[in-house]
T-cell receptor, first 113, second 112 residues
Framework: DQQVKQNSPSLSVQEGRISILNCDYT??????FLWYKKYPAEGPTFLIS?????DKNEDGRFTVFLNKSAKHLSLHIVPSQPGDSAVYFC????????????FGKGITLSVRP | DARVTQTPRHKVTEMGQEVTMRCQPI?????VFWYRQTMMQGLELLAY????????DSGMPKDRFSAEMPDATLATLKIQPSEPRDSAVYFC??????????FGNGTRLTVT
């Protein structure tokens, strides 16, 4: 039973445009959400996070939106760059960032030059 | 720049053999996690430790997998005996207090 779902396996976007990556969750106990980015042959690296007490968090070109009532979050990348091409994992925790994380299966983002 | 170190990076072994994967967490981090990545399941949690004490290993097949932290600088994940279905990339991650986890670059295991 997937508690964190990333239903689109891949996304292709033109350089300079917006990338929107979606994630849904089913466990209402989750109160902290993170996005990790992964390049081939490397481990996931932390990108951005959001606590359930907020509905938006922004860091440079990256913004995460949280809709608790819909149990949905999204990652916006504006503008997209070719170096953003990677696999993006959505993760959730019931006890903060340094705790057991439940991951989605990931979305492969390709940014076309 | 501190990082989590995993060895070996690649391991090819025959079915039935013992496999040991090692992880050196970032100095000072008090939590260590083992995750497994497969195409079908994505990233699955196998086990995790806080202050070297095991907190949760419910994701591990107990009959063949074992995870330990002999000291604060070393975490190990052993598979005995290994099976072809264990083929995956195994990631170790470490963390501290309320900060996000840092992942190593993984051990790619192939069991033939």
């Amino acid at each position: 039973d997937q508690q964190v779902k990333q239903n689109s396996p891949s996304l292709s976007v033109q350089e300079g445009r917006i990338s929107i990556l979606n994630c849904d969750y089913t466990n209402s106990m989750f109160d902290y959400f993170l996005w990790y980015k992964k390049y081939p042959a490397e481990g996931p690296t932390f990108l951005i996070s959001i606590s359930s007490i907020k509905d938006k968090n922004e860091d440079g070109r990256f913004t995460v939106f949280l809709n608790k009532s819909a149990k949905h979050l999204s990652l916006h990348i504006v503008p997209s760059q070719p170096g953003d091409s990677a696999v993006y994992f959505c993760a959730a925790s019931a006890t903060g960032a340094n705790s057991k994380l439940t991951f989605g299966k990931g979305i492969t983002l390709s940014v076309r030059p | 720049d501190a990082r989590v170190t995993q060895t070996p990076r690649h391991k090819v072994t025959e079915m039935g053999q013992e496999v040991t994967m090692r992880c050196q967490p970032i100095l000072g981090h008090n939590t260590v996690f083992w995750y497994r990545q497969t195409m079908m399941q994505g990233l699955e949690l196998l086990a995790y430790f806080r202050n070297r004490a095991p907190l949760d290993d419910s994701g591990m097949p107990k009959d063949r997998f074992s995870a330990e932290m002999p000291d604060a600088t070393l975490a190990t994940l052993k598979i005995q005996p290994s099976e072809p279905r264990d083929s995956a990339v195994y990631f170790c991650a470490s963390g501290l207090v309320s900060n996000p986890l840092h992942f190593g670059n993984g051990t790619r295991l192939t069991v033939t």
